[in-house]
Every structure is written in structure tokens, then in C-alpha cells.
């Protein structure tokens, strides 16, 4: 049995409810576990959630202290909630003898990185392309158990404390693959988090990643189209 997790704090539920359908369909057996606080509505289709007291203001902490809290003692894939699984996959195979696998970016390497993203000041990346930046995304993680989670929220907090807001969980995934090389092993975005516009030419991909407010719009109409048995 596979076990897929996501965080998702709010109301507006309908990004982390595509997933869960999309996963339900493409891996019925799996176990799907929500990372939430007490306010955020359960998503149907989960097997069982996790609460957390609310920090709407540190999410990144928020975020890699839940997966550390789940105490998961087995392999997980982690997921954000704007991704549709297309195919199902088995953490346990992608795992093999690592601690983590994380998604290697395939996608705008040489973009320039927004270093005032959200009004944040990331001014010591200022001009610098987006693959040195953060050649590792977080939008889908694997691993053996939840005592990475735990070092990655340690390296978290012992960061400047604006990276608790955002980006802070692709920090601590580059920090930690620079301290323990041989422990993480990476898989490709353009197969565990292939862009919707991208997935024609990579048809063997595993999971579509609508990032961004643009692809947000795309999300509910490939939906419908990927699985058009399954509308209500």
C-alpha cells in the first residue's frame, strides 16, 4: 500500500480535493493522509488527518513540522496540493536504499530568480538563474520515514526566519543534500510534477503540476478531462 501526504491550511478546498480524487482514482488502495489545522475542512476520499495549531504566518514551518509530527515510519510520497496524479507510483521502488528522493527541476533553469517574490527580500540571489538557486523543488518528496522531515524543520529553523513564510522548504532540501550527499537520491519534474503545457512531450510522466495562478485556471478542466468518469 502506497501513502500519499499533503499540507493544506484554509477553506478553499478544491486544489487538495482534485488531488485526492486523482490519487483515489489512479491508486485505490493507497493511504492519503491530511496535514492540516483544526479550522481546515477534511477533504473527502483521506484516510485519516493530521491537525497541527495554526501558523498561517510560518507555513514553511508549519508545513515540514507536520510531515515530521505524522512519525511515519514507512516510505510516503509528499505532494502539494496543485498536482493531479496521472499514474500511480510506488514509494517504496523510488525510495530503494536512500533517505529522500527529491524532484530534480527540469522546467525554466535559466530563468532569472524573482528575489522579491511576495515582497520577500532574497537579495543575496539577486541575478542568479533559477536552477542554482533551487535546482530542488518541494512539490514532491519521498522518504523512508518521517526522521527527515525532522532534520529538514531543524535546518528550517536555524535559517533566517523570512524563509519560514516561504521558500523555506526548498532551502532546507538543498541544504540538506549539500550535508548528507549519499542519503538523497532525485527523480525528474518532468515525470513527478510535469507542467501541464509540457505534458505532451513527456507522456510517460507520473504527475501534472499546475504551478502558479495561470495553471491554477487549467487545473478543474484537465481534471474533467483525465478522468471524465469520475464527475459528479
Known amino acids: 500500500m502506497n501513502t500519499y ?30 496535514v492540516s489545522d483544526e479550522t481546515t475542512p477534511s477533504i473527502l476520499g483521506i484516510a485519516r488527518r493530521h491537525n497541527l495549531k495554526a501558523d498561517r504566518y510560518g507555513l514553511m514551518s508549519m508545513r515540514l513540522d507536520g510531515f515530521a509530527d505524522l512519525k511515519l515510519g514507512y516510505p510516503a510520497i509528499y505532494l502539494d496540493t496543485d498536482m493531479i496524479l ?3 507510483c510506488d514509494a517504496g521502488q523510488i525510495i530503494g536504499d536512500k533517505k529522500i528522493v527529491m524532484c530534480r527541476r527540469s522546467f525554466n533553469k ?48 536555524g535559517l533566517d526566519p523570512k524563509y519560514r513564510v516561504w521558500y523555506g522548504d526548498q532551502e532546507a532540501l538543498k541544504i540538506f543534500k549539500k550535508r548528507s550527499p549519499l542519503s538523497c537520491a532525485a527523480f525528474l519534474e518532468n515525470i513527478y510534477g510535469c507542467l501541464p503545457e509540457n505534458l505532451s512531450e513527456y507522456p510517460s510522466a507520473r504527475i501534472a503540476h499546475f504551478k502558479g495562478a495561470a495553471r491554477k485556471i487549467q487545473m478543474q478542466e484537465f481534471f474533467q478531462t483525465r478522468f471524465p468518469n469520475l464527475q459528479h
Open 110 to 157: 535559466d530563468s532569472i530568480f524573482n528575489h522579491s517574490f511576495r515582497g520577500m527580500n532574497l537579495s543575496e540571489y539577486k541575478d542568479m538563474r533559477l536552477d542554482d538557486v533551487y535546482p530542488y523543488l518541494a512539490c514532491a518528496t519521498v522518504t523512508q520515514s518521517s526522521d527527515i522531515w525532522e532534520s529538514l524543520a531543524s535546518i528550517l529553523e
Open 86 to 88: 496521472l499514474r500511480h
Open 5 to 34: 501526504v499533503f499540507f493544506h491550511v484554509g477553506e478553499d478546498c478544491w486544489q487538495p480535493q482534485l488531488l485526492v480524487r486523482s490519487i483515489n482514482a489512479c491508486d485505490p488502495s493507497a493511504e492519503v493522509i491530511q
